[in-house]
């Protein structure tokens, strides 16, 4: 059993090989279908002919276009994303020191929108028809439709400039505060650890309203999945045996039916990654927030290529990873998952 | 049977409803019953009956209609201008006179907002007619043929969806060149996995069918079943998919605006009006994002709550 268990984790593993060449591929088609000649481009707008050509052979692009993309993968082999113009950092400097940002309100705001769908679906799914279906169904779609940067801007009109709660949207934290000591790169999490309340306080200040945003949007496929799964678990014949066998309902809800019914919520959370990831760009934008989604659209403004291309691939990495995660967790936890699905 | 299920609850008149579409499929005694009103009418009485069990569908088709007016008409209705500046009320709030208010420089937050409707309609409906297209032919070939098609065409489909899509329309656009062209072909690749996956699934469930068989026996080419006979089963669930997808393709298409791809500052766009306005909210002039934003918000609700409508029209058990 346990042998088994090993080889279904290594055959995920495999899986996800083809995956993640498909994605660098991908990211190497976009970094040379740069408008224009990349090289001129490097070289900035004081360059003479000589320069152009020196950079051209530098960055390789008067090979073949199979021999640029081994030296490609060479570089991202050796964590070599290139430069960035605009902070003149190597890229993979620049996104390591962001992404705990962005991580921390990507966290946040699922574990919040996992706290509120699934006890939504699980709600509609008791009543299947009824009003209280009706309304929920009508809300998430409400969520779903609500352009994230749109929810930003009237959560920090209502809560910054109205209501002078929340406060004042830029960034992780407010200037007066010193960011903790890094141990996991959460503001949140490391002054709590490192005991300081005050600046936990404030930074979970700042965290909320991006949190609340970014959460609203991943409501609707979390709640829509584990309402559709909780009526096909409540309509088994498991449900039926526990009902006849007389045991309160609050058992056969909570204990057999949600139980079952969460695995393929664990799956659809794959795929809200893939919305997470995405409105976060929008969302971090709109609130400042010193996260990889905000230094990519820097970067996109003075067509800092490197950056973007940079970004794109960590993402899709990232990516991928979550989702291998999510696979294998799944693969663990359920016994009925063999090689071949 | 129809006329009964009315006498009951919601519920039953739900079950109803699912029961008369799987009788399409199976035999059962209703269907036999009821095998002598027409098709269409059946079809009719159907929509009619789903649309009654659920009035918010009703309200759907009626935006529906709305935005395609302003989308059409809306440019020769508006009071002002979109792009004509007037210092003397720059930042005025929403009065009689300016609906919506005033942006920064003076011009007419209302006519921008309904002029900007065709653009943005324009853009979300280009791209996704191209990925219907291009979904419908890799879909289509893939699931009839199988064999290296379908595996080619499966490793890419995966490879677009191993991107978060939203940041993989922003390689592309960043790549291809920032014009709103680019922006249209990026939110189209992104969205070509969920049709290329729709009609793979539903022509290769039907490749082998009898109808099928029967057409290849008579002689007919390949294409021509695929064309004629398999692709417009695959239509209906297709509808579902283009109204849900028609939403997020805007949203997709103003977020990149929004962060400044695409569509150039004095044009009206709903995601570069709601990025402008941004820098006013918090100083209290709300009304320049408020408004597009909410007609952003208008649109994409529309398209979903009518995407699930067509679901429970067009299959019932679907409903999640």
Known sequence: MKHRTIELVLFRLWQAVPVLFGVIVVTFILTRALPGDPAVYFAGPAADENSIAEIRKSLGLDRSLFEQFIIYLGDLARGDLGQSLSTGQPV?????????????????????????????????????????????????TA???????????????????????????????????????????????????????????????????????????????????????????????????????????????FTYALRNALLPVITTLGMVFSFTLGANVLVE????????????VEALVVSDYAAVQGFVLSMAVIFVLLNLTVDIIYTLIDPRISLES | MLKRAHEQS??????????????????????????????????????????????????????????????????????????QTNAAVALAPPSSQHWFGTDQLGRDVF???????????????SAVFISFCVGSLVGSLAGYYGGWIDKVSGRLIDTIMAFPLFVLAMGIVAALG??????????????????????????????????????????????????????????????????????WAILNAAGLSFIGLGVRPPTPEWGIMVAEGANFIVSGEWWLAFFPGISLMFVVLTFNLLGDGLRDIVDPAQRT
């Open chain 1, 285 to 296: 934008k709109v609130f400042a927030w010193p996260g990889i989604g905000s230094y990519a």
């Open chain 1, 143 to 253: 969520g779903v439709s609500l352009p994230t940067f749109f929810t930003g801007l009237v959560l920090i009109f209502f809560f910054y400039y109205i209501a002078g709660i929340a406060p004042s949207p830029i960034g992780r934290l407010d200037f007066v505060y010193l960011p903790p000591p890094t141990i996991t790169g959460f503001y949140v999490l490391d002054s709590l650890l490192a005991g300081d309340l005050e600046t936990a306080r404030a930074a979970f200040a700042q965290l909320i309203l991006p949190a609340i945003t970014l959460a609203l949007f991943t409501l609707a496929p979390i709640a829509r999945m584990t309402r559709a799964s909780m009526i096909q678990a409540l309509s088994s014949e498991f449900i039926r045996t526990a009902r006849a066998a007389g045991l309160s309902s609050r058992k056969i809800i």
């Open chain 2, 10 to 83: 919601p519920l039953m008149e739900y079950r109803a409803a699912s029961n008369a579409l799987d009788a399409n499929n199976g035999t059962s005694e209703t269907y036999a019953r009821r095998i002598d009103v027409g098709k269409t009418a059946k079809l009719l009485k159907h929509i009619v009956y789903v649309l009654r069990s659920n009035p918010i569908t009703l309200i759907a088709f009626a935006g529906f209609f709305l935005i395609i007016f302003l989308a059409l008409f809306g440019p020769f209705l508006v009071p002002y201008d979109p792009l």
């Open chain 1, 92 to 140: 993979l400097n620049d996104l390591s020191k962001r992404l705990p940002a962005s991580l921390e309100l990507t966290f946040s705001a699922l574990i919040l929108s996992v706290m509120i769908a699934v006890p939504l679906g699980i709600l509609a799914a008791m009543k299947p028809g009824h009003w209280v279906d009706h309304t929920c169904r009508f809300l998430v």
């Open chain 2, 178 to 247: 920032n014009t709103i062209e680019n922006i249209v072909y990026a939110t189209a690749i992104i969205n070509i996995p969920f049709y290329a996956r729709v009609v793979r699934a539903e022509v290769n469930i039907r490749r082998n069918a009898g109808f099928v068989q029967a057409a290849r026996l008579s002689g007919n080419s390949d294409l021509k079943i695929l064309a004629v006979h398999i692709f417009p089963n695959a239509l209906p669930p297709m509808m579902v998919q283009i109204s849900l997808n028609l939403g």
């Open chain 2, 111 to 125: 006519s921008r907002v309904v002029a900007a409707t065709r653009l943005d309609l324009l853009i979300s409906v």
